[in-house]
């Protein structure tokens, strides 16, 4: 497989090109070289979104059965390049390799052929009597769209709009972060071997200001995008100014409400990944959490022996839990929050720093703070890394209000051993996706957030609508027929 040899390339218009301004990706546990990634001219973006102008009408008048299965024949190319492409992913980030496998490895092609399965029988015309006649209800593929994602989860971020933009028959410019230009190449690699037509897929990886020209692009019609809050306020305003649909998946503060009869061991055991997973980079990632007064002691004695047990160490090791952070930066933004939430007055409970056996690589430590008030900055902000908030409560109903105190809500989850009761108080949560004693978004049922955590769902059918637009065709009762 060829991912290495693409370096430095961008892709559009179905050929792989030398990029003429390239950034070197940086290995997040060695901080060296990792391979050196392209960063799209304006000029690049001009020509990707004008292939994928040119590419829209033949594809969106595919029969949806052919785009299918060129979809399921892409989700095998990316299936053949899945250990590959995670290692990278890995190397490039620090996702633990045994996390990155599956998210960045194997989850994008199911995401593909779920997306393939549900074209290919999917009605795009309804038909709607009514008092006056009927209407056909038709939906058609909005057009370009323009797709940014962030570093974390880079493979099935992209993979969660790529494959229901193509499923609905848009064409798509994808626009993969600076510190994931390599992984992101072997998408276009499937793409290619799936035999796309030319312009169906470009793939131009950049920074701030790529992404910025590719959203105010006049030939773009959507732009879908997953990041920070900040910078979904600022897509958020050009697009508004173009009145430019669009999808904004941002950050999350998300509550993990452990109940008073919780189950101990399960709950911790729950938690590892629900608030430590991807190394505490996930938007949905549970790092407040709200445990009963009643037993608060026990919790947080159990989670400060979780975060203790958790292995922290090279990435690429099938026994590590907790790889290094993605950055320098992104180690000092989290080392900021750690020393916030001392200065608050939070109780460190374990870590608390960069763990002393780590000189190399952006590590920091499983970190717990307890007595932690949800006014804290620590219970506020988005820290995106391995660092946790642990905050008592008195009754469901403080649990609750707390948990909606945010100015996130992106996801959640319920802690019980009487589901009724954990489900009944996740109606009261405010957020867009919660989970009863366990959390993952799942593929089949709509993804997103509100408030802060923006809006527009991914996954499920109502991910595919966010790539089509609604046309309706009257029909008054009893009119003649057009001669
Ligand atoms: P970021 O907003 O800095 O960058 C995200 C992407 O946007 C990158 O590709 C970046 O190059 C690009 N970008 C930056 N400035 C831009 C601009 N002005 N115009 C257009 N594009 C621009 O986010 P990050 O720090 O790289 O990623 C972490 C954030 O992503 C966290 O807040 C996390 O919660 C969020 N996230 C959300 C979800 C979700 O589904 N809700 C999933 C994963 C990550």
Sequence with gaps: MA???????????????????VEPVIEAATEKVLGLGA?????????AVAAARRALPDWRSTPAADRAKALFTLADALEALALHTSELCSRETGAPITYSRQANGFLPAVIFRYYAGLIDTFDIEEFRPSLVGHTL??????????????????????????????????????KPAPETALDALAIAEAAEEAGLPPGVLNVIPGGRETGAYLVGHRDID???????????????????????????????????????????GPTIQGLR??????????????????????????????????????????????NV??????????????????????????????????????????????????????????????????????IPYESDREAIDIANDSEFGLAGSVWSSDEAR??????????????????????????????????????????????????????????AAAR
């Design 137 to 174: 209800v038709r939906r058609e593929p909005i057009g370009v769209v323009g797709a940014i994602v962030p570093w974390n989860v880079p493979q099935l971020l992209a993979a969660m709009k790529l494959a229901p933009a193509l499923a609905a028959g848009c064409t798509v410019v994808l």
């Design 273 to 318: 990944s629900v608030s430590f997973g991807n190394n505490g980079q996930l938007c949905y990632a549970g790092t407040r959490i709200l445990a009963p007064r009643s037993r608060y002691g026990e919790f947080v004695d159990a989670l400060t022996e979780m975060a203790d047990d958790l292995v922290v160490g090279n990435p690429l090791d099938e």
């Design 222 to 264: 959507k732009v879908a995008f997953t990041g920070s809050t900040d910078t979904g306020r600022l897509i958020g305003q050009t697009c508004g100014q173009l009145v430019r649909p669009i999808t904004l998946e941002l950050g999350g503060k998300s509550a993990a409400i452990i109940l008073d009869d919780a189950q101990l």
């Design 422 to 479: 954990a489900t009944q108080l996740a109606r009261a949560v405010h957020t867009g996706t919660i989970g009863i004693n366990m959390y993952q978004p799942d593929l089949g049922a709509p993804f997103g957030g509100i408030k802060a955590s923006g809006f527009g769902r991914e996954l499920g059918p109502e991910g595919l609508a966010a790539y089509q637009t609604t046309k309706s065709i009257f029909h008054a009762a009893g009119a």
């Design 321 to 390: 839990d907790i790889g290094p952070l993605v950055s320098s930066r992104q180690r000092e933004r989290v080392l900021n929050y750690i020393e916030i939430g001392k200065a608050e007055g939070a109780r460190i409970v374990t870590g608390g720093g960069v763990p002393a056996d780590c000189r190399r690589g952006w590590y920091v430590a499983p970190t717990v703070f307890a007595d932690v008030p949800n006014s804290a900055r620590i219970a506020r902000d988005e820290i995106f890394g391995p660092v946790l908030t642990v």
């Design 39 to 47: 960063s799209a001219t304006r000029a690049d973006i001009d020509d």
């Design 3 to 21: 991912v290495d040899l693409v370096e430095g390339k961008l892709f559009a218009d179905g050929k792989f090109r030398d990029a003429d301004n």
